[in-house]
């Protein structure tokens, strides 16, 4: 059998790659959120989900930022770093991110190497971040949308690889160019953070 053009681009892009999985999770917290009523249990939740998203958003950028520093390196140098030259950068990226709040042990620079995305598949880190982001602006056109939106959503996900990411965005009426696309998947982190405090007082 021969392959046709549609199943080459059957596989989800980069962009898209982890939108179906986040999606359904942020269904499932939401739902279990709301039947909540216990605010022990609630702040629980919160702390656990607030958790989870800096990890998709602020340590998978960190992780980029890392690769995208690595490669720049072994460009300039014109051949391979020495482990001692990845482990540095490593700790920089990493320390920079988390900032003065995380103290960061000497050993610490070495915890790229268990990290396989790395190696397998380079820079899939920036699917968490994109897919954080976008699901969190995409749950929100959901939540005001009156119909269709499951059927565009359905569309979306199946048009694979055929379609550029902006291309696919535009029924939503979403644009990942405009920095308020990334502002809004941001802020529900940060409006997460403030309910979780507010909870704590």
């Known amino acids: 059998a021969h392959a046709t053009g549609s199943d080459i681009l059957a596989d ?5 790659a982890e939108t179906a999985s986040i999606f359904g999770e942020k269904l499932v917290f939401e739902a279990q959120l709301a039947a909540e009523a216990d605010p022990s249990k609630r702040k629980m939740m919160l702390a656990g989900k607030i958790d989870d998203m800096i990890n998709s958003v602020v340590r998978q950028i960190a992780f980029f930022n890392f690769e995208k520093e690595l490669h720049q390196a072994r460009r300039e140098k014109g051949q391979p770093l020495e482990t001692k030259e990845i482990n540095d950068i490593f700790y920089k990226t990493q320390k920079d991110a988390l900032g003065p709040a995380f103290a960061l042990d000497e050993g610490y620079g070495q915890l ?4 396989p995305h790395f190696i397998h598949t380079p820079f899939y880190v920036y699917a ?3 897919g954080d982001c976008l699901v969190n602006s995409l749950y929100a056109v959901y939540e005001h949308a009156t119909e269709g939106f499951a059927e565009r959503y359905l569309a979306m996900l199946a048009a694979g690889g055929t379609k550029h990411y902006s291309e696919l965005l535009k029924p939503f009426g979403l644009d990942a160019r405009d920095p308020e696309f ?3 998947g941001l802020s529900v982190i940060s ?5 979780l405090e507010a909870m704590s007082q």
């Open 12 to 16: 989800t892009p980069l962009t898209l």
């Open 112 to 115: 790229w190497s268990y990290i």
């Open 128 to 130: 968490y971040a994109f």
């Open 182 to 184: 990334w502002d809004g």
């Open 191 to 195: 409006g997460m953070i403030d309910e």
